[in-house]
């Protein structure tokens, strides 16, 4: 679905958010069509995602791992809860992206809606993502699976003007579940989000995705010029 989110506060979690499997090729599908396929269809009718996340962000000399809980909702509203190292809140309310920082008591708040979603990883977890139509895909050889009976994916965007090179997905083999998404900018910096306990199509209420700064909180705007 970022370098960080404090510092992509739309783009990298634009966010914030992507597989090869080196063993016996006899357990699992070697057809990268079937595989492609299967992805499309596990996700198409997927309207609400929650879930729990790890997001590693690897640069020369710098390793940064946070974790939380996430909930999102078609067409574009998102919740991030960064519970550790250091508490953030994400929240996308489908205008709106705010990035709460409560220990500087500070939040962020750029343009983001629905469309801004088109391109990043996170469209995969809602399925809006046409993956034929954007992507270049075929099996990762570099990178190695987290979980086992896994499947690796590149994707390489067919946008040139792309905010990062290449995603590596990672999936299980039966189902097509998302295990792992790994973002590689351009520069050769990763982030990385490992995914669990998720739940699909489940109820959220909207107000999960409305924020108001708290009292004393300093609040930048960003106004991007369409």
Known sequence: MPKTVRTHAKSGLSLFLLLFFSASGDLFPSDLETVVSGMQQRYATVATMMGSFQQTYRAPGIEQVESGVFRMKRPGLMRWEYRKPEEKLFIADGHEAFLYVPLD?????????????????????????DIRKNFTVSWENNFKPRAE??????????????????????????????????????????????????????????????????????????????
Do not use: C, W
């Open 105 to 129: 008591r500070q939040v962020t708040v750029h343009p983001f809606s629905a469309s801004d979603m088109r391109g990043t990883p996170l469209e995969f977890l809602l399925g809006g993502a």
């Open 149 to 226: 009976k896994t499947l690796l994916l590149r994707l390489t965007p067919r946008n040139s003007q792309s905010e990062y090179e290449f995603l590596v997905l990672e999936l299980d083999a039966q189902n097509y579940d998302l295990r792992r998404i790994t973002i590689h900018e351009h520069g050769g910096n990763t982030s990385e989000f490992l995914l669990s306990n998720l739940t699909e199509n489940a109820k959220i209420s909207s107000k999960e995705f409305q924020f108001k700064p708290p009292k004393g909180t300093e609040v930048i705007r960003f106004n991007e010029e369409k």
